[in-house]
């Protein structure tokens, strides 16, 4: 079993930046390639970025490979995504899930776990 908890949404103006952490929690969680997702209203959940278990490896979303980084510290049990020169089509809500599926980390039918989101809004 695996908790994750998602946390640094809010409201900020385009070009301003954020930074969402997930706390992962779990005897095996370390063993859990972690990703983040978004969701917009009246659209799919859309993968956004992932890191593998050990940090070695990190997978981005064409939209947003230049602008959000995301980076894991498992001694903190801590994954966090920075998000940079933020748009307005940014606006989501913000998840973070679990998966073993080490190859296929950007299909979310892949996860076993997820958070409960947070709400990131965009205002131009």
């Known amino acids: 079993q695996v908790q994750l908890v998602e946390s640094g949404g809010g409201l900020v103006q385009a070009g301003e930046s954020l930074l969402l952490s997930c706390a992962v929690s779990?005897?095996?969680?370390?063993?859990?390639?972690v990703g983040w997702f978004r969701q917009a209203p009246g659209q799919e959940r859309e993968f956004v970025a992932a890191v593998s278990p050990k940090s070695d490896t990190a997978y981005y979303a064409d939209s947003v490979k230049d602008r959000f980084t995301i980076s894991r510290d498992n001694a903190k049990n801590t994954v966090s995504l920075q998000l940079n020169n933020l748009k307005p089509e940014d606006t989501a809500v913000y998840y973070c899930g679990a998966t073993l599926d080490y190859l296929r980390v950007r299909l979310g039918r892949t996860y076993s776990y997820w958070g409960q989101g947070t709400q990131v809004t965009v205002s131009s």
């Open positions: 779990g005897r095996t969680s370390s063993r859990f390639a």
